[in-house]
């Protein structure tokens, strides 16, 4: 499979991989995607790929032989703590088809990591994973060996679950 920056031409196919997969988080049946927000958050980041300052954007695809996106990282750079006077890049997505090699999407956060640390106005880079699909965890080795330290944790609280659960 090759890396390649995304294109604008690749937003209806990187919000497949998001339906796609989506079967396979904790939130199917609880919560959908909004494929017309899904199409403009990626299409803006799109259009941002690259820059180094606040609002840029990363999204680089990993496709076949054929063109077609199997598998993408799309990550953004914010201020530190949002209010600082550098930048922080963080990662939004790391998610590739079911079956995409793991191989793949360490390449494609490779990309990321690089195109972060070449940023002289980047002062951390962030990488992250959840629960959402059973596995990520397998992560956590993925980063330290990249360099990356755990920095806190992460909560939820689904504040009306007893609700729906009640409803359904």
Excluded at 141 to 163: D, N, Q, S, T, Y
Aim: charge should be negative; aromatic fraction near 8%; proline fraction near 4%.
């Amino acid at each position: 499979m090759k890396l390649r920056p995304a294109r604008t031409m690749d937003v209806f196919p990187l919000v497949e991989i998001l339906v796609e997969r989506h079967k396979d988080t904790i939130y199917a049946g609880h919560v959908g995607i909004d494929e017309v927000i899904a199409r403009k958050t990626i299409a803006y980041t799109v259009q941002r790929h690259g820059g180094q300052n606040e609002g840029a954007g990363f999204v680089m695809v990993a496709v076949d032989a054929d063109d077609v996106p199997q598998a993408f990282m799309m990550g953004s750079l914010v201020r530190v703590y949002l209010v600082g006077d550098m930048l922080e890049a963080v990662d939004n997505f790391l998610i590739g088809r079911a079956g995409v090699s793991p191989i793949i999407l360490d390449r494609l956060l490779d990309t990321y990591v690089q195109w972060a640390i070449d940023n002289p106005k980047v002062y951390e880079v962030q990488g992250s994973y959840t629960d959402i699909i059973e596995g990520s965890d397998r992560f956590d080795a993925v980063f330290r060996r990249k360099g990356f330290k755990r920095c806190g944790a992460i909560f939820r609280r689904l504040p009306h679950a007893e609700a729906r659960e009640t409803a359904a």
